[in-house]
């Protein structure tokens, strides 16, 4: 990535700008975080479950005992996830906190004014102090740390964003620590000349154009996925076939997860399959999707999972095992989606 070069007038507005956003560093970015569970068994077990960890350490309480710290404890990752504030209603110090800042910009807001709209999250940085363990109750506060200059990347123009979370148990001391970055960008305008030229010389555009005002977001194309936009766009359901093992795989990635080899090639499947699991999302409404939005993890029948929607919508009736079969979408200009639709078994 790199600095922008800009006009004088340009210069002018950027420095304003970077000003104003840095005069945020070291300032609250929120207000504080709490545990609405003190840390305990159960949700130690379900995070296990989901990801597939059976550390004894997390897991095994007799196991545990015979261990230097002499109990459960839980995993380190899982840092985050104990002050997640989840779907529970706002607390009254979150409420304060919202009403002290309502008439005040935020780091965000003035970025949005200044065009820069898009956001996409690029690392996460955490520090472990000491072990959590069953009974730790955890809040977290949140600082700005910084914000980059005007930087030029391959999303387009924008400023990195870093804000600092520490976790303190119960007695204030500090746990853990994380750092979370995200690069708010502009993205780039459908009417860019840059954009005309290239349907002018012949030269390939995206194959996602940029996001609609009001319209649904758009995926990040890079080097993994823009195969799997591509095959979308001409009514192919395309996966990722490791070379090597010829494990399939889906999402794409770098690398195969079974044998960790970094050739493969992408293979079309016949987008048929039956729904594994779904949910209907209600809450928070997000525009332009309507409430009860039906979103399906789908069971292909050549093996992989994948997240997708169901075509017919929210009045749908759904059932785990309903067979579907893939249909492609141009639901706006540039934006061709796999969808499902429910077909008789």
Known sequence: MSETPKNASQDSRAEDLLKALQAFEGTSGGAPGTCPYPINIAMIHHWCDAMGDRNPAYLDAEFASTTERGGVIAPPVMLQAWTMRGLRPSTAEEKAHAASAS??????????????????????????????????????????????????????????????????????????????RILKFRPPAASDPSAKSKRDTGEKEPVIGPRIAGGRPRPSLNQDVTFFWEGASEGKLLVQRCT???????????????????????????????????????????????IGHPVILVQLDEGPRLISELAEGPDAEIEIGMRVEVQFDELEERLTLPRFRIVDA
């Not at 910009?105 to 949005?112: F, G």
């Not at 520490?166 to 746990?175: K, L, M, P, T």
């Not at 293979?267 to 409404?285: D, W």
């Open 244 to 290: 090597d093992c010829e494990n399939l795989r889906h999402p794409p990635g770098p690398g195969c997860p079974a044998c960790s080899s970094m050739e493969w090639e992408p293979v079309e499947m016949s987008g048929k399959g039956e729904i594994y699991s779904f949910v209907r999302h209600h809450h928070p409404h997000i525009p332009p999707f309507e």
């Open 103 to 180: 008439d005040d910009k935020s780091v965000m807001q003035l970025l949005d004014e200044a065009g820069f709209t898009s956001v996409v999250a690029t690392n996460c940085e955490q520090e472990y102090l000491r072990d959590l363990v069953p009974g730790d109750d955890l809040t977290h506060e949140v600082e700005l740390e910084s914000v980059s200059p005007e930087k030029k990347t391959g999303l387009g123009v924008g400023h990195f964003v870093t804000s600092l979370y520490s976790f303190r148990d119960a007695r204030g001391e500090i746990v853990g620590t994380m750092r979370f």
